[in-house]
């Protein structure tokens, strides 16, 4: 495993357990060119499939048909205005005004490890884990230098890619387009799968054939939003969760991106994943240096499934870098929903009253204890408490409910700024905005401009202030606005095209700055629900708030969809209130509880007000993530059927590593009349173990009666197949505990 060069085909091969990637250098012109990627290869000798000798696209001295060498040649990092008209990945405008560039290889370095990207999140990994390439290529006419990082996990099948930027010159250069990674492909009837959504709605799967011209998503909000993710796969037509090729990107950022493919004249496709070219302009100076964010490629021979297990164990080991990672996190109640912004200490100490007794482990305050804030038009920017409310002070208040056994959580949104707020009337240019034009508002708020270090300051120093003022372990990162109306009076004109990325570079800053000083503080990244749920987020927070949909059924396709790429530990999940208060649904607290420990898992609901009945099955759902968590948060995660496919039923399950135990979620929708029980196979157990099945939360007769109670060996489950009885009603879940005997 790891990374060879090959100096007599100046070929490039990196291995991981089960994928092999290879580029080489031409010999004409020293275009880096993609050969393979793909199943893991044991031989090097593929440089042919860059068809530098296929008629008519012989590169040819003379420069007579160079443009149609130019023009499919699968390159590894395409340039703009040299004759290759499909889309590119670098493109700059140079003090004369032209945009062209080339690339030429100048030397390669291999080495164990990897490095660590300026101010950006990225993966990491100790030398016995991964090791990296760096191909270093140049532009001679604009004497510009690009360093392509390839880095190649031991363990996983994931490769990573980034790219920096070097102006050697001694004039300026701006860069007007840098992709961090391009797939350049024949497409072999591939399928492309992506995440969209909406507030509320985010994440959900959508599939369909890749076709001749563009197609993507992208961002140009400020944040990958709720609508586009940045994330996309390519699947062979018959690659389902278990069986065919799939190659899954993921970009390890949190602002606008674009992540596209174009399939050309020769059925050939360019998959490229990078900063979203629209808005971004970035001037390099002579001898300034700009560095891209990464992008993790993960190749799966076995289907979808295979990948997501792929990205989880990468995100959770060489992503997250947070204490809590590894650790069971406290079980939270939030008073978002209980209260929203109506309350006082005496209703959260209420809150925690009961809770603890129930077992809930902390407390968290959400959104309207500070400034003057008792709706959600102002007081943001002004992070002193609001004493009306907060009678006695915040130490008091958590004091009083760590005296009841619980840990205390509280809810900042540092990024933005209310027109009412002591802050903006002090600062008002610490708005982002463009002289002449009045900024439009989204909830009432404006953004900070976080591309001025005064304010990164600023802002940081008001929430160590709160954090440093009372016994506080856990923080809700909140974002509740896309970014728009672009302008900063603190950057000059020539680099406003920067400032969405400088944006992020601050927003990186602050949190870098906060897990730094409090190293044991549990984060948790939000964005008007899951609205900046990304790879370049958990870098940070080690969970991210999933959705403001707290519906059952609804958090099914949401969750669905983000497993799909990020592990179960890191998606914020709650028990809420009914009917839910994003759509008026009723499901029964029960199938909320199962659907909820797929995740964090936490309440949502003023717990001195549910139905007696509902409280009385908090202790035994706190029971219950106590009993499982360790699994759902280190296991295997598997799609057995998904509700989003056969419009009836849901059910997945997670699988620990050693298979000794398994966990199996179970929900019918909606039901139907006159059926058998229905026979599931499930996945990723050991043929050769016998399982003990228990329908756990029953009593032991009805779980006899459904066929728990019993032992039944890997094969069978897998093979044959559980029968799972049709539940009463619709909405019902059923949770299933495998224990090897
Ligand atoms: C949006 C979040 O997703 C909610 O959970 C809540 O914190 C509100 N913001 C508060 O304004």
């Known amino acids: 495993m790891g990374i060879t060069y090959y100096e007599k085909d100046r070929l490039f091969k990196l291995d991981t357990p089960a994928s092999t990637y290879m580029c080489a250098v031409t010999d004409e012109e020293n275009f880096l060119g993609h050969v393979y990627y793909g199943p893991r290869l044991t031989d090097h000798d593929a440089a042919y499939l860059m068809r530098t000798g296929e008629p008519p696209f012989v590169p040819s001295k003379s420069n007579r048909e160079r443009l149609a060498f130019y023009d499919t040649f699968p390159m590894e990092m395409p340039t703009h205005g040299i004759g290759d008209f499909r889309d590119d990945a670098l493109a700059v405008r140079s003090v004369s005004g032209h945009s062209a560039v080339k690339l030429g290889v100048v030397s390669h370095e291999i080495y164990k490890g990897k490095k660590s990207l300026k101010g950006l999140p990225a993966t990491f990994g100790k030398e016995d884990e991964v090791t990296t390439l760096d191909i270093t290529m140049k532009d001679e006419a604009l004497n510009m230098t690009v360093v392509l990082s390839y880095s190649a996990f031991e363990k996983v099948d994931a490769i990573t890619r980034s790219v920096r930027i070097i102006n050697n010159s001694s004039d300026d250069i701006v860069l007007t387009r ?48 709720h609508q586009d993710h940045p994330f996309m796969a390519i699947m062979e037509k018959g690659a389902d969760e278990d069986r065919g090729q799939v190659y899954g990107m993921s970009f390890v950022y949190s602002g606008n991106f674009l992540a596209s493919c174009y399939v050309n004249q020769f059925e050939s496709v360019r998959a490229m994943m990078g900063i979203n070219p629209e808005d971004f302009n970035w001037l390099l100076k002579p001898g300034e240096e700009f560095t891209a964010p990464e992008v993790i490629m993960v190749f799966s021979s076995e289907g979808l499934g295979r990948m997501s297990r792929t990205y989880h164990d990468l995100i959770r080991n060489n992503l997250i870098r947070s204490p809590y990672k590894d650790r069971k996190r406290p079980i939270l109640i939030n008073n978002w929903e209980a209260t929203y912004f109506d309350f006082d200490t005496d209703k959260l100490v209420g809150i925690a009253d009961q809770a603890s007794k129930l077992g809930i482990e902390m407390l968290v305050m959400d959104d309207g204890w500070f400034g003057h804030r008792d709706f959600d038009d102002s007081s943001l920017g002004d992070w002193y408490v609001y004493e009306d409310k907060i009678k006695g002070g915040l130490k008091y208040l958590v004091d009083e409910v760590n005296k009841r056994g619980m840990k205390f959580g509280i809810w900042f949104e540092p990024e933005m700024i209310s027109p009412d707020s002591d802050l903006y009337r002090a600062h008002p240019d610490w708005a982002i905005q463009i002289p002449g034009r009045t900024p439009g508002q989204a909830r009432a708020q404006y953004v900070l401009d976080l591309t001025r270090p005064e304010v990164v300051d600023h802002v940081y120093g008001q929430v160590k202030a709160i954090l440093e003022s009372a016994n506080i372990e856990y923080v809700k990162w909140d974002m509740n606005r896309p970014l728009s109306d672009m302008g900063s009076s603190a950057l000059p004109p020539e680099r406003m095209g ?40 958990l870098y940070y927070s080690p969970q991210i708030w999933c959705s403001d949909d707290t519906d059952a059924v609804e958090r099914l396709l949401i969750q669905e969809g983000t497993a799909l790429v990020y592990p179960l530990s890191s998606m914020g999940a709650h028990v809420s209130d009914c009917p839910n208060h994003a759509l008026g649904r009723v499901t029964p607290f029960r199938t909320r509880g199962y659907v909820a420990l797929a995740g964090t898992f936490g309440y949502e609901l003023d717990v001195t007000r549910i139905p007696e009945e509902d409280r009385n099955m908090i202790p035994g759902q706190v029971k219950m993530y106590h009993a499982y968590n360790d699994l759902v948060r280190m296991g295997d995660y598997y799609r057995v059927s998904s509700y989003s496919q056969n419009n009836e039923y849901d059910c997945y399950m997670v699988v620990s590593k050693d298979k000794s135990e398994a966990l199996v979620t179970f929900v019918q929708v909606l039901n139907r009349v006159n059926f058998h029980s229905r026979k599931i196979r499930l996945k990723g157990l050991d043929p050769e173990k016998k399982y003990f099945v228990t329908f756990v939360d029953e009593d032991e007769e009805t779980s006899a009666k459904n066929g728990g109670e019993r032992t039944y060996s890997g094969e069978i489950l897998m093979k044959a197949g559980l029968l799972i009885p049709r539940p009463w009603g619709d909405f019902h879940g059923m949770l299933i505990s495998l224990k090897a005997q």
């Open 498 to 537: 920067e400032m969405f990325h400088r944006y992020m570079l601050g927003v990186y800053e602050l949190q870098e700055r906060l897990i730094t000083d409090f190293p044991n503080l549990l984060l948790e990244n939000c964005s008007g629900g899951g609205g900046r749920f990304d790879a370049g987020m």
């Open 178 to 225: 840098v992709m961090s990674a391009c797939l350049d492909m024949d497409n072999e009837n591939f399928d492309l799968l992506t995440l969209h959504g909406s507030w509320a709605r985010e994440r959900h799967i959508n599939r369909r054939p890749l076709t001749r011209g563009f197609q993507g998503l992208s961002s140009i909000r400020g944040e990958c939003g």
